[in-house]
């Protein structure tokens, strides 16, 4: 009688998710949630690691976004000591030119590039980038986020193959072009990913880990590039999206994914292994179900622009974007070396790549940990107000300069600003439009949302990219700096009045602020 009246008690404390529907499963007891007053709570462990995980999608882009900056020299034609190629990467997804001074080493394929054949090596991975992100929001909502990344990790492993035996230029043009799809493929899934499966709580927080991740891998590349050659570089990079695709299969798919298709108990067993054995995933599913309610059937195209909460998302998001390439990250790591050597600084390229490296990945993970704390809004708003001040100064710098004018006596200040420049894009505008773009939208248009923007952001790569040179010969230096600098003036100006703070929100608060409920 007594072991009657303890199951009977414990009946009452648990209750599932799938019983609530007569879903057959509903005897799994991971599905049971407790009830009882003080024995609910979540566990983030394996939220962090899941996030960790997709990531290595974000070092493996990283990897093949400044693979060029350390081999090119090694396959140019010219041997001479004093060689110099201008590489065209893109740290912090942002562009970047590293002005690599190198002597050529051994070339153990025996490829040998044309100053042309180098400029389509590098130019094939933002091709494929832009082409790689649209289909994938579709893929993502046919198959899921988990088979999505994992099928989009086959072009990595493949991309690195073709690399590594590659015997002509061909074989390179192959492999940077996959590598460009993988690479613009997970910058659309993986931010999918982390903002389906992370509590409001720390989705700021693992949302900032694929820019981290992101320049991890960029710093890796810049550290042993310059130490070994281009075949073992190749080599130890492909072990990152083997690491990933391996890491993939313990991976549950997103609860969002599954209750949107219908899979409740799929959904509730995904948020168990989540978000902990003791999460009160009854109250998170119907959450998520009320977003989706909210949402309804999956939207068109035409729809991502007719509702107003999602086209102003989507504006945000993009102008986030522009802003981020537009800051003149690309200008300011052009100089580097130029005004490392202005301050008096012995530092070859390799070291000043590696120096921006570190100090990018630092100021990234610092941004992670402020960013619950501090705000996206808050952070937007220092990181553009004062690269503004400094690219401003940079501007004054070579004005100077340019006119024929001693500058020995102020050479730090623009190595100050540089570094100054560097802290505050990668702890603002380096990883914060990568996480905002996967909190704006809800699930019915979040896919195509997310790849459009995606898309922008590399149409606005090769605007700079293309553009910068231009501007550099015909405005010159002062002018170009100042140009970046009225851009993140505008940066500060829009956030300050057209952008809300996101940290703590629900999905439901975000889109009552977009549609203008609130």
């Given at each position: 009688?007594?072991?009657?009246?303890?199951?009977?008690?414990?009946?009452?404390?648990?209750?599932?998710?799938?019983?609530?529907?007569?879903?057959?499963?509903?005897?799994?007891?991971?599905?049971?949630?407790?009830?009882?007053?003080?024995?609910?709570?979540?566990?983030?462990?394996?939220?962090?690691?899941?996030?960790?995980?997709?990531?290595?999608?974000?070092?493996?882009?990283?990897?093949?976004?400044?693979?060029?900056?350390?081999?090119?020299?090694?396959?140019?034609?010219?041997?001479?000591?004093?060689?110099?190629?201008?590489?065209?990467?893109?740290?912090?997804?942002?562009?970047?030119?590293?002005?690599?001074?190198?002597?050529?080493?051994?070339?153990?394929?025996?490829?040998?590039?044309?100053?042309?054949?180098?400029?389509?090596?590098?130019?094939?991975?933002?091709?494929?980038?832009?082409?790689?992100?649209?289909?994938?929001?579709?893929?993502?909502?046919?198959?899921?986020?988990?088979?999505?990344?994992?099928?989009?990790?086959?072009?990595?492993?493949?991309?690195?193959?073709?690399?590594?035996?590659?015997?002509?230029?061909?074989?390179?043009?192959?492999?940077?072009?996959?590598?460009?799809?993988?690479?613009?493929?997970?910058?659309?899934?993986?931010?999918?990913?982390?903002?389906?499966?992370?509590?409001?709580?720390?989705?700021?927080?693992?949302?900032?880990?694929?820019?981290?991740?992101?320049?991890?891998?960029?710093?890796?590349?810049?550290?042993?590039?310059?130490?070994?050659?281009?075949?073992?570089?190749?080599?130890?990079?492909?072990?990152?999206?083997?690491?990933?695709?391996?890491?993939?299969?313990?991976?549950?798919?997103?609860?969002?994914?599954?209750?949107?298709?219908?899979?409740?108990?799929?959904?509730?067993?995904?948020?168990?292994?989540?978000?902990?054995?003791?999460?009160?995933?009854?109250?998170?599913?119907?959450?998520?179900?009320?977003?989706?309610?909210?949402?309804?059937?999956?939207?068109?195209?035409?729809?991502?622009?007719?509702?107003?909460?999602?086209?102003?998302?989507?504006?945000?998001?993009?102008?986030?974007?522009?802003?981020?390439?537009?800051?003149?990250?690309?200008?300011?790591?052009?100089?580097?070396?130029?005004?490392?050597?202005?301050?008096?600084?012995?530092?070859?390229?390799?070291?000043?790549?590696?120096?921006?490296?570190?100090?990018?990945?630092?100021?990234?993970?610092?941004?992670?940990?402020?960013?619950?704390?501090?705000?996206?809004?808050?952070?937007?708003?220092?990181?553009?107000?004062?690269?503004?001040?400094?690219?401003?100064?940079?501007?004054?710098?070579?004005?100077?300069?340019?006119?024929?004018?001693?500058?020995?006596?102020?050479?730090?200040?623009?190595?100050?600003?540089?570094?100054?420049?560097?802290?505050?894009?990668?702890?603002?505008?380096?990883?914060?439009?990568?996480?905002?773009?996967?909190?704006?939208?809800?699930?019915?248009?979040?896919?195509?949302?997310?790849?459009?923007?995606?898309?922008?952001?590399?149409?606005?790569?090769?605007?700079?990219?293309?553009?910068?040179?231009?501007?550099?010969?015909?405005?010159?230096?002062?002018?170009?700096?100042?140009?970046?600098?009225?851009?993140?003036?505008?940066?500060?100006?829009?956030?300050?009045?057209?952008?809300?703070?996101?940290?703590?929100?629900?999905?439901?608060?975000?889109?009552?602020w977009l549609s203008g409920r609130q």
């Amino acid at each position: 009688m007594d072991s009657d009246k303890v199951v009977r008690a414990m009946a009452r404390w648990w209750q599932t998710v799938s019983q609530e529907d007569g879903d057959p499963t509903s005897h799994n007891p991971m599905l049971y949630d407790p009830l009882q007053d003080g024995v609910v709570k979540t566990s983030k462990t394996r939220q962090y690691v899941a996030a960790l995980v997709v990531c290595l999608g974000a070092v493996a882009a990283g990897t093949a976004l400044a693979w060029t900056s350390p081999v090119l020299p090694q396959l140019g034609e010219r041997t001479d000591a004093n060689a110099t190629t201008g590489n065209s990467t893109i740290a912090g997804n942002s562009t970047t030119t590293i002005i690599n001074n190198s002597t050529t080493s051994a070339n153990e394929g025996g490829i040998q590039l044309t100053a042309a054949e180098q400029t389509w090596v590098s130019s094939l991975l933002a091709i494929g980038a832009f082409l790689g992100a649209l289909p994938t929001g579709y893929i993502a909502d046919a198959i899921g986020r988990r088979y999505t990344a994992m099928a989009m990790d086959v072009p990595f492993i493949l991309a690195w193959l073709s690399i590594i035996f590659a015997q002509s230029v061909g074989w390179l043009y192959l492999g940077r072009f996959l590598i460009g799809i993988a690479t613009g493929s997970f910058c659309v899934v993986a931010p999918m990913y982390i903002s389906e499966i992370a509590e409001t709580s720390i989705r700021g927080t693992l949302g900032t880990l694929f820019q981290l991740l992101l320049t991890i891998g960029i710093l890796f590349v810049y550290a042993v590039g310059s130490m070994v050659s281009w075949t073992t570089l190749s080599t130890l990079c492909l072990i990152v999206p083997i690491l990933l695709l391996v890491g993939m299969f313990f991976l549950p798919e997103t609860p969002v994914y599954l209750l949107k298709k219908g899979r409740r108990a799929d959904a509730a067993l995904s948020l168990k292994w989540l978000w902990g054995r003791f999460c009160d995933s009854r109250s998170a599913i119907q959450i998520i179900q009320n977003d989706l309610d909210q949402a309804g059937a999956d939207a068109s195209f035409l729809d991502l622009f007719s509702n107003r909460g999602s086209r102003k998302g989507l504006i945000i998001s993009m102008l986030l974007m522009l802003f981020q390439q537009f800051s003149g990250i690309n200008a300011v790591i052009f100089y580097t070396v130029q005004i490392f050597e202005s301050a008096g600084s012995t530092l070859n390229a390799s070291s000043c790549s590696i120096v921006v490296g570190i100090v990018q990945v630092i100021m990234t993970l610092t941004s992670s940990l402020l960013i619950e704390r501090a705000g996206r809004k808050i952070l937007l708003l220092f990181s553009s107000t004062v690269m503004t001040i400094c690219l401003a100064i940079l501007g004054a710098y070579f004005n100077i300069k340019d006119g024929g004018k001693d500058v020995s006596a102020i050479g730090w200040l623009p190595l100050l600003c540089v570094v100054l420049y560097i802290v505050t894009f990668s702890v603002g505008y380096g990883p914060i439009p990568w996480l905002m773009m996967g909190e704006l939208f809800l699930p019915d248009v979040k896919a195509t949302a997310v790849s459009l923007t995606v898309m922008f952001n590399w149409l606005c790569v090769f605007l700079v990219t293309k553009s910068f040179g231009t501007m550099n010969e015909s405005l010159g230096s002062d002018v170009t700096f100042w140009f970046f600098a009225v851009c993140m003036a505008l940066a500060t100006i829009y956030v300050a009045l057209a952008v809300q703070e996101t940290k703590g929100k629900s999905a439901s608060q975000i889109q009552s602020w977009l549609s203008g409920r609130q």
